[in-house]
């Protein structure tokens, strides 16, 4: 789940998912939406203080390759009904 902290985090660091690419079909992303990141990405955000929430349900077991269960347990959330507060 997208937060502008997450966000911001990964346009710092060369991963600018904020930004429409039309020709690739990419929207942009915005605070509350779900989206798949790289499991390295979201760990160097977990690293650095400011992970994505993670829907559990939504992640793929691979991802406890690289990322500890507990850094994810740490983030885990439900899909909540006001994504305004993100």
């Known amino acids: 789940m997208m937060t502008a902290e997450f966000l911001e985090h990964q346009r710092s660091i060369g991963n600018d998912l904020l930004t429409p690419v039309p020709e690739y ?32 349900a939504s992640t793929h077991e691979s991802t406890l390759e690289v990322v500890p269960l507990e850094a994810l347990q740490e983030h885990k959330i439900d899909v909540p009904d006001d994504l305004a507060n993100l």
């Open 25 to 56: 079909r990419f929207p942009g992303l915005l605070p509350g939406d779900r989206w798949c990141v790289t499991a390295l990405n979201w760990l160097r955000a977990h690293h650095d203080g400011c992970a994505a929430p993670v829907v559990l």
